[in-house]
């Protein structure tokens, strides 16, 4: 896929994102873009990262790390990005996310159904170990703050 496709892809979800924002949020559009904006800018970067990178890392990976560097407290405008993306809810992203993720799924259905219902045990085996082991990091990081 080139680099125009993706910026296409990434400007049509902000969009929707930006009104999903409104709608959900009631977070005004004109305070929302310019976190938009960052988020998309920062996710090119990591897509451009991956291509020029001679190792083969997922942009996924650069885009969290360029991400996670920019909003270090005492990083030369961190505290504008930080400001300007909190506007912006997770779940007002999440859903066009999620609805590219289910055309894409719906696209491939018969890839699916080859998988079997070893998938279903395998997702199931995921999700419970994801929140257990979420559980376990907060209790041990409250714990060590005096939380609880």
């Not at 505290?79 to 779940?91: D, G, M, P, Q, R």
């Amino acid at each position: 896929m080139k680099l125009r496709d993706f910026i296409v892809i990434l400007l049509i979800t902000a969009g929707i994102s930006v009104v999903g924002n409104y709608i959900g949020y009631k977070v005004n559009p004109i305070e929302a873009i310019p976190g938009m904006l960052i988020l998309v800018g920062i996710a090119v970067a990591g897509i451009l990262l991956s291509k020029f990178i001679p190792v083969k890392i997922p942009s996924v990976a650069y885009i969290v790390t360029l991400s996670t560097l920019l909003t270090v407290p005492g990083i030369p405008g961190s505290a504008f990005i930080t400001e300007h993306v909190a506007k912006v809810n997770f779940l007002a992203l999440a859903t066009p996310i999620l609805a590219y993720a289910g055309i894409y799924t719906g696209k491939n259905l018969d890839s699916l159904k080859k998988t079997g219902w070893r998938i279903v045990i395998l997702a199931l085996v995921v999700m419970i170990g994801t929140y257990v082991s979420s559980a376990i990091i907060a209790n041990i990081t409250l714990k060590m703050l005096g939380q609880i």
